[in-house]
């Protein structure tokens, strides 16, 4: 037998499903890596033809554990975000501040604290500005237990985050893997005296078995979408425009073909259908659909990423828009939920395969 893969200090754990349907779009298996904030590196999918595809876009393991080796293109565990699934917290998507010159950081006011953040991500450009991006676990290693072959939970004390993060975070992650459907729950407790600010997102790049971008589709009930500097930066301009019958508008009934274009968006204002939150994403070509739904009420938010060179569309959701503190959005309600000392919030979405067909 091969030995276990490690990566960060940790074995990974692989999912089984139990309760699938006979036949008929289901998830099968899942690998989470515990070593890497309890990311998901790959779930395989059953389409409704029966043939199983990797839903994720992401390396064999040999390759990933290279990948989220620590190196300089890791810096603060970015790795994690640039394949597979990562969880994000205490915050989504980009934050500003004020560049730290003795260090690769920035250092920002959080809820009225000073918080120094890896400057972990920023523009390409010539003098573009660098920021943090995608929350402070990525690279962290989590003591986890899986007490079935379906289901794994990871703990974290996370305190400050090694930040100077208002409250006292303690983090509960659970992977399911039941009735056909790949489930994430993460449950944010705050255990110290004074409010705790938690943004909770999930980077998931699903992937377009067919390889053909143009045909995919994309269903995405929102009303709105935020309006960025460039797709360079990508930072909020505090702007945010209605969608509806626009060229951003992926609403309709079967949702609408990626074609050519370029998304690096986040689409807010969401119409909820059965009080969830949901997106849908159609590879015609290759007999996929799944659908992403959220009931957390506090997800106000899903940011779509899909360059149209790759056979990806990343579909995000989260609880805040980016720079949820930044003076652009000028007292906006941005999304952060404010946890009570003593309290928690939780984060939930649920991912399915479906006929693409019927849509």
């Avoid at 969608?243 to 909820?272: H, K, M, N, V």
Wanted: proline share 8%.
């Amino acid at each position: 037998m091969e030995p276990a893969l490690r990566i960060g200090g940790q074995p990974h754990v692989e999912l089984h499903a139990s309760g699938t349907p006979a036949d008929g779009p289901a998830f099968l298996q899942a690998t989470v890596l515990p070593g890497r904030g309890m990311m998901l590196l790959q779930a395989r999918l059953r389409l409704a033809s029966g043939q199983v595809v990797n839903a994720l876009s992401a390396p064999g393991p040999a390759a990933a554990a290279q990948a989220l080796n620590g190196g300089p293109e890791d810096f603060a565990g970015n790795a994690s975000f640039s394949f597979g699934a990562a969880i994000l917290a205490p915050y989504a998507n980009r934050i500003r501040g004020r560049a730290v010159a003795t260090a690769r950081e920035i250092e920002t006011e959080v809820s009225g604290h000073t918080v120094r953040l890896p400057r972990n991500w920023g523009g390409k450009a010539k003098g573009a500005e660098q920021y943090a991006m995608h929350g402070l676990i990525l690279d962290r290693s989590i003591p986890w237990r899986q007490e079935s072959p379906d289901r794994v939970v990871g703990q974290l004390d996370a305190a400050d985050f090694g930040a100077g993060w208002p409250g006292r975070a303690a983090l509960e992650i659970e992977w399911r893997l039941q009735g056909g459907a790949l489930t994430l729950r993460v449950t944010a407790e705050n255990r110290g005296a004074q409010p705790l600010p938690m943004g909770i997102g999930w980077h998931p790049y699903f992937a377009l078995p067919s390889g053909d971008r143009r045909q995919a589709r994309l269903r995405l009930p929102a009303r709105s979408r935020v309006l960025v500097n460039n797709y360079d930066e990508v930072l909020p301009t505090g702007a945010v425009e209605p969608i509806a019958a626009g060229a951003y508008d992926y609403a309709g009934p079967g949702g609408r073909a990626l074609g050519d274009s370029y998304l690096d968006d986040c689409f807010t204002d969401l119409q909820r259908e059965t009080g969830e939150a949901v997106a849908e994403i159609l590879d015609p070509s290759a007999g996929l659909g799944l659908r992403i739904a959220s009931a957390s009420p506090q997800v106000r938010a899903m940011q779509v990423y899909a360059p149209p060179e790759k056979a990806f569309i990343a579909v995000e959701p989260q609880f805040n828009l980016a720079d949820p503190f930044g003076a652009e959005w000028r007292g906006r309600d941005t999304g952060m939920a404010s946890v009570a000392p003593g309290s928690s919030v939780t984060y939930d979405v649920r991912v399915t395969g479906i006929h693409p067909g019927n849509r």
